[in-house]
């Protein structure tokens, strides 16, 4: 490993670290009760909700830890939390 | 909107810290320096030789926070090169009531343009939860944990915002990450404010405080609707703005979520140890005249 001068990072570079693998339980959307109210995705501590093209919103597995604050807060129930499986 | 903090940062699930730099940095936008003390939130987002952060980022000390965001911003003006670029320092609640407290006097006092933001989840997470000076009364935490003899910290929170005010701060908020479209705003109303500014941010904390990680929001939510976490705004030292809250909910409701509390609820004289806390909860009432 080479130290920068001044140990300087290169900004967003966490990105390397797939924090996926933390996961117990994991979102899953039901499209069919989403409003699109952008709710989980302002408070998604590891921004793993993306913008789709269609307004709909999608999860990214390769860094939601499956906290669950999305499925706690939506106000339609429209993300439910499952036992992540191999 | 993109992110300007990026994912894969090792903060617990349910992560506060991350919500509360999130916000700010939304609020912010990219033209922004951030100085970042020691703590949960330095640690987690700059494991070396990786940084979670897109903009211009810098740690030194855990004490000296407001005195490095000082200097970057005497050095900015005297180049002539500040522009349009804030400065934000962003601590937690022991660099900020504890010790990064002189230095942050000391900035106030000689009025720097800069916003100073404390993201308060009421111990010293980072290290395993010991007590800080932001910890409410009869919070059990490891240097103040509650047995037969005590009922946890003896102490309640030290006020922060009052001691900005006493500096003459033109704007003082505290705002909470279970409101974050509230937070957003102040912020942004802080870095619009020219001069010292200072918003304090209260911030659930899933692995101090014993929650599920699902509940942060609520939680945080809850300390403002039992009036323990008052919203208000300071513009020159007085209260100008707070969040009404119409009908506050005990404050049972938000202490029998969290295991730091949990042993008022079965310990001899947990009754009278609550009976106190909903006592500062309706002194807040008057104070602020939430209802």
């Known amino acids: ?86 | 909107m993109k992110s300007l903090l990026s994912s894969g940062h090792r903060g617990c699930a349910g992560c506060c810290d991350a919500m509360a730099a999130k916000f700010t940095l939304m609020a912010a936008g990219e033209d922004c320096i951030v100085i970042n003390p020691t703590g949960c939130l330095e640690v987690m987002t700059t494991p070396y030789p990786e940084s979670s952060w897109e903009v211009p980022w810098i740690h030194s000390l855990f004490e000296n926070t407001a005195a490095v965001a000082s200097g970057i911003e005497a050095a900015l003006k005297a180049m002539g090169k500040m522009g349009d670029t804030k400065i934000i320092a962003m601590g937690g609640d022991g660099a900020t009531l504890d010790i990064g407290m002189r230095a942050i006097s000391g900035a106030f006092e000689r009025g720097h343009d800069f916003t100073y933001v404390c993201i308060d989840n009421e111990a010293y997470m980072n290290t395993g939860v010991q007590r800080s000076g932001a910890t409410p009364f009869g919070a059990s935490t490891t240097t103040s944990p509650a047995g037969k003899v005590s009922i946890g910290n003896p102490r309640p929170k030290k006020n922060m915002p009052a001691i900005i005010a006493a500096h003459g701060a033109p704007y003082i908020a505290t705002t909470s990450i279970g409101y974050p479209k509230d937070m957003i705003r102040k912020v942004k109303t802080a870095i619009d404010t020219e001069g010292p500014t200072y918003i304090h941010a209260h911030a659930p904390c899933t692995t101090g405080w014993g929650f599920d990680s699902s509940k942060t929001v609520e939680i945080a939510k809850l300390a403002v609707e039992t009036a323990l976490w008052p919203l208000y705004e300071m513009e020159d030292g007085d209260v100008t703005k707070v969040k009404k809250i119409m009908k506050p909910k005990p404050v049972e409701d938000y202490l029998k979520m969290q295991k730091r509390f949990k042993h008022l609820f079965t310990m001899e004289g947990g009754d009278d140890a609550i009976k106190k806390i909903q006592a500062l909860a309706d002194e807040n009432i008057v104070k602020f005249g939430l209802q």
């Open chain 1, 1 to 86: 490993m080479t130290l920068l001068p001044g140990g300087v990072c290169k900004a967003g570079s966490t990105i390397v670290n797939k924090t996926g693998g933390w996961r117990t339980f994991k979102p899953v959307y039901d499209y069919d009760k989403c409003v699109k109210c952008k709710l989980c995705e302002l408070l998604c501590p590891d921004m793993s909700v993306l913008p789709r093209d269609d307004g709909y919103f999608e999860f990214n597995y390769d860094f939601c830890k499956g906290c669950g604050i999305c499925a706690n807060e939506c106000p339609k129930d429209a993300i439910s939390m499952t036992l992540e499986e191999k």
